[in-house]
C-alpha cells in the first residue's frame, strides 16, 4: 500500500514538472507538406513603345512559358487579374494580387530603341511579404535575340523564386533523324533547350553519334563514321569547324568522348583488337593516357564536376554496371548493385547525383543515384530510354525516348530530378543523343 | 462382485470405442470413387436394330478427295517476297543531297566545305560496345547509338517478318503496340504530398487522391473573454525600487506561463494538419529541402497568425539560401491558411498565444 501510494505520488510530481517545462509557447513539428505549382502571376510586359509591342508579347509568353514548363510554376489566367498592370513603376496592389492567390507576381517592360536595340526590365515581387523580390533588371539586346533576352528574364524570377539557378538560357545540340528506320539519317543540330531555334551543324552524308558540349559551349565532341569507322571529331560551334582528333589511330575505332571539366582533356572509349577500355586524350599536347586495362568492355566515361573521378560503366562483373575511379585511373569502385543492367552514367553538374540508363524486366529507365550508388530511384519507365544529360542546374534531365514498332521514333524528353514533370521537347522531327549545354554567358 | 462390474464395465467401455473409433484404423475407410453414368431405358426393337451387323459404320478405304484448289483461288504466298520490299538494298546508299529545310527559319549555317559530296562509306556495325567483329553491314542499317546498349535488343522488337501471311491481300502487317504511349505525358498540375515518378506508376494500385480531413469546425464565438491580465505587482509592501523593478520586468515577459487547460492532442493535430496543407515545398531546391527551420510567430485571439511577428528561430542543415528560401515556404504556408484563423480554442488562448512550428522536410525530399 505504501508503495502504490509512493508511486502515485511520483508519478504527479513527474507530471507537474513535466507541465512546468511546457511553459513558454505551444510547439508543433510539421514533416508533411504538399507539391503543387506555385501559383505566379506574369503581368503582360509594357511596351513602352509602339515598335516594342510585338516584342512585349512573345518576351511576356517566352517567360511564362519557361517557368510554367518546369512544373514548379502555375500562370494565373489573365481573367482573373484585378487589377492590371499599366506602368512599370506604380504601385502594386498587393492585396488584389492576394485575392487571386498569386504567391508572386513579375512586371516588365520592353523599349525598342532607335538602333534597334532591345531594352527589357522587370521586377519581382513576393505577394505574401508585401515586398519587391530582388532588385529590378534590365536587359539589353538585339532584337534577334530576344528570346535569348526572354529565357533570362525568366532564369532570374527562376532563381529567386527557387533558391536554384535557372536553365532557360541554355542550347541542346542533339541528332536529328530523319528517313526510314532502316535507313536512316542522322546529322547534328543544336536548338534552344524549348526546341526553338534551330541550327544544323552537320549534313546526313554520314552518321553522327552522341554529341557533347565542351564546359564553356563553344565546341561539341561527337563520334562520325565519315571514314567507315568511328571516330571522334571535335566542332567548333560559332564557326562550325570540325577536326578530327588527331593524336587517334586510323583503324581503331574511337567513341563515346566527353570533355573534363577544364575543358583540356578528353577521356574516351577505344576499341582494339576486340576490346574496348577507356583513353584520356590532353588536347593540347595530344598525349594519351590508357585508364583501364581489362579484358571487359569499358566505354561511356563522365567527369565528376571537380575532374578529380571518373564514372563509367563496365561488363566486368559479367552484367553492366556503374563503376567509379580516379581520374588518373587504378582500380575502380563499383556503385551499382541493383538488377538489370545500367548503362551511360552521366555526373549532375551539382555532384551530387549520377544519373544512367537503366533496363530490367524488358524496360528501359532513366534513373538517378547518389554518387556512392545509394538511393538509386527510376524516374522514368518505357519501351526505351536512354542517354540521360543534365540541365545546367542538375534539376532537369533530358533523355531519349523511342516508341515501339516499326514505325517508332525517337524523341527528346526531359524530366525533373524528383520524377515529376516528364516532358516532351518539340522537335521537327525525330531526334536522339540530347547533350544539354552550360548557362550561356 | 465388484470384479464382475468392473469386467462388465471395461468390456462395454472397450466395445463402445471400437464402435465410435474402429473405422479410424481401417485401410479401406477412404470411400472409392463413385462412377456415375448416364443411363437410358430403351425397348427391345431398339436394342435389336443397334445389334444389327449391317448398322456398324463402314470403315473409309479411299482418302478423301485432296484436289488442288482452283485457279481462281489465290494460294497463300511465300512470306519472303512480301517481307523483303521493307528491307532496304544495300546498294541503293544514294549521295546525299543537300539537307532539306524547308521549315527552318534559321538558314542552314552548315558550310559548303564541311560538306561531304561524296558517298557515304557503309557504316560498320557498332561493335564498339562489346568490342567483337567488324561487320559491315549488309542492309546499311543505322547503328546504334554508342551511348546506347546495342548488345541488349530492346525487348519485344515487333518489326520482325510475321509468321502468318494473308492470303492474297498484300497489306501491311499490322502492327501491335505493346505499349502505347501519349504523345506529350505531363505531370499532372494537382497537388499532392508524394512524388509518384513514371517508373512507380505502375506498381501503385492505391487511389490516387484521398479527402483530406475536414479541419475542425469553428467553434461557437464565445463572449469577449478577458484576456488574463498580468498580475498586478506588488508596489506597496516593499520600498526597494530595484525589487520592484525586478517584480515589473517579471510580469512584462512576453511568453508568460500558459494558463488554462492545454490543448488535447486532436487540437494540436488539427492545428498541425491545417498548416501542413499550405505548406508548399514543390518548388524548394534540393538544398531548401533539406534545411529545417524553427519559426516563431504570434497569433491573435481570433486563431489568426500576426504576419508582422513571423520570425526565424533557428535552422539546420542547409545553407544560408536553403535556409532563406525554406523560411519563406514555411513564411507562406503560415500565412495562406492563417487568413481563417486556425480554430484554436479561445479559452485556451494562452496555451497558443505564441507558437514555434519545426518545418522539417526531411521527408519530403525524395519518396
Not at chain 2, 524547308?102 to 560538306?115: M, R, S
Request: glycine share 8%.
Amino acid at each position: 500500500m505504501k508503495a502504490c501510494l509512493a508511486l502515485c505520488l511520483g508519478l504527479s510530481l513527474l507530471t507537474a514538472a513535466h507541465a512546468q517545462d511546457r511553459s513558454g509557447p505551444l510547439r508543433i513539428e510539421i514533416t508533411e507538406g504538399v507539391i503543387e505549382p506555385v501559383p505566379i502571376a506574369v503581368a503582360p510586359f509594357i511596351a513602352e513603345n509602339a515598335a516594342a509591342a510585338e516584342f512585349a508579347r512573345e518576351i511576356t509568353g517566352v517567360v511564362a512559358s519557361d517557368l510554367t514548363g518546369t512544373g514548379l510554376f502555375r500562370d494565373l489566367p489573365k481573367e482573373a487579374y484585378i487589377s492590371q498592370i499599366t506602368d512599370f513603376n506604380g504601385e502594386v496592389a498587393y492585396a488584389d494580387w492576394k485575392a487571386i492567390n498569386a504567391e508572386a507576381l513579375v512586371v516588365g517592360a520592353v523599349t525598342l530603341t532607335s538602333d534597334n536595340q532591345l531594352l527589357v526590365k522587370f521586377r519581382l515581387f513576393d505577394i505574401f511579404t508585401g515586398a519587391p523580390l530582388g532588385d529590378g533588371l534590365q536587359f539589353a539586346g538585339s532584337t534577334q535575340s530576344w528570346r535569348r533576352v526572354a529565357h533570362k528574364v525568366a532564369d532570374q524570377v527562376y532563381s529567386r523564386i527557387t533558391g536554384e539557378d535557372g536553365y532557360f538560357d541554355s542550347r541542346v545540340v542533339f541528332v536529328e533523324e530523319t528517313g526510314p528506320k532502316n535507313a536512316r539519317q542522322k546529322r547534328l543540330a543544336i536548338m534552344d533547350y524549348d526546341g526553338a531555334n534551330v541550327q544544323y551543324l552537320t549534313d546526313a552524308s554520314s552518321i553522327v553519334l552522341a554529341p557533347r558540349f565542351s564546359p564553356t559551349g563553344d565546341r561539341v565532341l561527337y563520334t562520325s563514321y565519315e571514314t567507315g569507322f568511328p571516330a571522334i571529331y571535335e566542332l567548333a560551334v560559332g564557326a562550325v569547324q570540325k577536326r578530327a582528333l588527331s593524336s587517334l589511330d586510323a583503324g581503331t575505332m574511337t567513341f563515346a568522348p566527353r570533355y573534363a571539366p577544364d575543358g583540356r582533356t578528353v577521356v574516351y572509349s577505344e576499341a582494339r583488337g576486340g576490346n574496348t577500355d577507356i583513353f584520356k586524350l590532353d588536347l593540347a599536347s595530344n598525349q594519351r593516357t590508357r585508364l583501364t586495362s581489362a579484358p571487359s568492355i569499358e566505354t561511356a566515361p563522365s567527369f565528376s564536376p571537380d575532374g578529380s573521378q571518373i564514372v563509367f560503366e563496365s561488363d566486368r562483373s559479367g552484367n553492366q554496371q556503374l563503376y567509379v575511379m580516379s581520374v588518373n585511373g587504378g582500380e575502380p569502385t563499383r556503385i551499382s548493385f541493383g538488377q538489370g543492367r545500367y548503362g551511360t552514367p552521366v555526373w549532375s553538374p551539382r555532384g551530387d547525383f549520377i544519373a544512367f540508363t537503366k533496363q530490367n524486366a524488358g524496360r528501359f529507365h532513366i534513373g538517378v543515384m547518389r554518387t556512392d550508388g545509394s538511393n538509386e530511384r527510376l524516374l522514368t519507365a518505357s519501351f526505351l530510354d536512354e542517354g540521360p544529360t543534365w540541365a545546367p542546374n542538375g534539376r532537369v534531365l533530358m533523355f531519349t525516348r523511342e516508341s515501339a514498332g516499326a514505325d517508332g521514333q525517337p524523341a527528346l524528353f526531359s524530366v525533373d530530378i524528383s520524377g515529376r514533370n516528364l516532358r516532351r521537347v518539340p522537335t521537327r522531327t525525330a531526334a536522339s543523343d540530347p547533350a544539354w549545354s552550360p548557362l550561356l554567358p | 462382485m465388484q470384479l464382475g462390474w468392473t469386467v462388465s464395465g471395461v468390456g462395454h467401455a472397450v466395445l463402445f470405442l471400437v464402435l465410435l473409433f474402429g473405422g479410424l484404423f481401417r485401410g479401406d475407410r477412404i470411400p472409392e470413387a463413385i462412377s456415375v453414368s448416364d443411363v437410358a431405358i430403351i425397348s427391345e426393337e431398339e436394342f435389336a436394330a443397334l445389334a444389327l451387323p449391317g448398322a456398324a459404320p463402314e470403315p473409309q478405304t479411299e482418302a478423301p478427295d485432296v484436289s488442288a484448289p482452283e485457279e481462281s483461288e489465290p494460294a497463300p504466298e511465300a512470306p519472303a517476297e512480301d517481307a523483303a520490299p521493307s528491307l532496304p538494298e544495300a546498294t541503293e546508299v544514294e549521295t546525299p543531297d543537300a539537307p532539306d529545310t524547308p521549315d527552318i527559319t534559321v538558314p542552314d549555317p552548315v558550310p559548303d566545305a564541311v560538306v561531304v559530296d561524296q558517298a557515304p562509306p557503309v557504316p560498320v556495325a557498332p561493335s564498339e560496345q562489346d568490342g567483337t567483329s567488324l561487320e559491315r553491314d549488309a542492309v546499311a542499317a543505322p547503328a546504334p547509338r554508342v551511348a546506347a546498349l546495342p548488345q541488349v535488343a530492346p525487348p519485344p522488337e515487333v518489326e520482325t517478318a510475321p509468321d502468318v501471311v494473308p492470303d492474297s491481300a498484300p497489306e501491311p502487317t499490322p502492327e501491335p503496340e505493346p505499349e502505347p504511349e501519349p504523345e506529350e505525358p505531363a505531370a499532372p498540375e494537382a497537388a499532392s504530398d508524394r512524388i509518384v515518378t513514371e517508373a512507380e506508376e505502375e506498381q501503385n494500385y492505391a487511389p490516387a487522391s484521398s479527402m483530406r480531413p475536414r479541419s475542425r469546425p469553428a467553434r461557437p464565438v464565445r463572449q469577449a473573454e478577458p484576456v488574463p491580465e498580468p498580475t498586478p505587482a506588488p508596489t506597496t509592501n516593499t520600498d526597494d525600487a530595484v525589487a520592484a523593478a525586478l517584480a515589473e520586468s517579471q510580469t512584462q515577459t512576453p511568453a508568460p506561463a500558459p494558463s488554462g487547460p492545454p490543448l488535447t492532442g486532436g487540437e494540436k493535430e488539427g492545428l498541425r494538419v491545417a498548416i501542413s496543407r499550405c505548406w508548399n515545398v514543390g518548388s524548394l531546391s534540393t538544398d531548401a529541402l533539406g534545411t529545417t527551420v524553427v519559426v516563431a510567430v504570434e497569433m491573435e485571439q481570433n486563431g489568426r497568425p500576426i504576419t508582422g511577428s513571423i520570425r526565424l528561430v533557428s535552422s539546420s542543415g542547409g545553407s544560408a539560401t536553403g535556409e532563406r528560401q525554406a523560411f519563406d515556404a514555411a513564411r507562406r504556408a503560415i500565412i495562406r491558411c492563417g487568413t481563417q484563423g486556425f480554430g484554436l480554442p479561445v479559452e485556451k488562448y494562452d496555451q497558443w498565444r505564441e507558437i514555434e512550428m519545426t518545418f522539417n522536410p526531411e521527408g519530403m525530399q525524395f519518396r
